[in-house]
């Protein structure tokens, strides 16, 4: 099976930056994901990442290390509106399917 | 909008009961999926299909069938509904021709067995 470890949950603070770790030990690697979930709602997708380093998408950031088997989501500037939860999702093989980490709860404070 | 609709939104059953799940798309897609989600355990893959009736199981397949007769609708149905499936459930296509094979998620159906 594949293995995707992400924390559970996170605090910060208004206008802080958050970086979310995702770490990852699968049976192969074609890209990986990330999604952002707001409570009661679909998980809607934030970034792709295929070969190492960083991609920046206005406040968001993601970044992948396929050496190390090791991502991370970077939060800029952080609004209320980011409380939400975030999914890391690993395309292991060539069948199109997406395996996702449990997800990390961001909480943005006043 | 991925042009994803997903019926019924919300359900109540009765353990041992039969329910069916549908999932919509109007864009043709040839992927389309079925996910549940539980607090603790994220996404996981329950069928999948990659045309119209070519179909394959996921990692928690157990309890659960599908069927796609026709391209925009993929069924789930669960033949005896036990406590154990209640859960939120999505339907995701991956757009035809995607380079990024990025999956995008239906509004999502809460289930509860009783």
């Known amino acids: 099976g594949q293995n995707i470890d992400q924390p559970t949950e996170m605090t910060a603070t208004e206008g802080a930056i958050v970086q979310i770790n995702c770490t990852y030990q699968?049976?192969?690697?074609?890209?990986l994901f990330w999604y952002q979930q707001h409570a009661g709602e679909a998980p809607t997708f934030l970034s792709y990442?295929?070969?190492?380093g960083l991609e920046e998408k206005g406040r968001f950031s993601s970044f992948l290390s396929r050496s190390k088997g090791y991502s991370y989501l970077l939060l800029k500037e952080l609004q209320m509106k980011d409380s939400a939860s975030y999914l890391c999702?690993?395309?292991?093989?060539?069948?199109?399917?997406?395996?996702f980490g449990a997800g990390t709860t961001v909480t943005v404070r006043a | 909008d991925a042009g994803i609709t997903q019926s019924p939104r919300h359900k109540v059953t009765e353990t041992g009961t039969p329910v069916t799940l549908r999932c919509h798309q109007t864009?043709?897609?040839?992927?389309m999926y079925w996910y549940r989600q539980d607090p603790g355990h994220g996404l996981r893959l329950i069928h999948y299909?990659?045309?119209?009736?070519?179909?394959d199981k996921g990692e928690v397949s157990d309890g659960y069938s599908v069927s796609r007769s026709k391209t925009e609708d993929f069924l789930l149905t669960l033949e005896s509904a036990t406590s154990s499936q209640t859960s939120v459930y999505f339907c995701?296509?991956?757009?035809?021709?995607?380079?990024?094979?990025?999956?995008?998620f239906g509004p999502g159906t809460r289930l509860t067995v009783l």
């Open positions: 995701a296509i991956r757009p035809t021709g995607s380079s990024t094979d990025t999956q995008y």
């Open positions: 699968t049976s192969g690697f074609n890209g």
């Open positions: 990442n295929v070969l190492d």
């Open positions: 999702a690993v395309r292991a093989s060539n069948d199109y399917k997406l395996s």
């Open positions: 864009e043709n897609h040839r992927y």
């Open positions: 299909s990659y045309g119209v009736k070519d179909t």
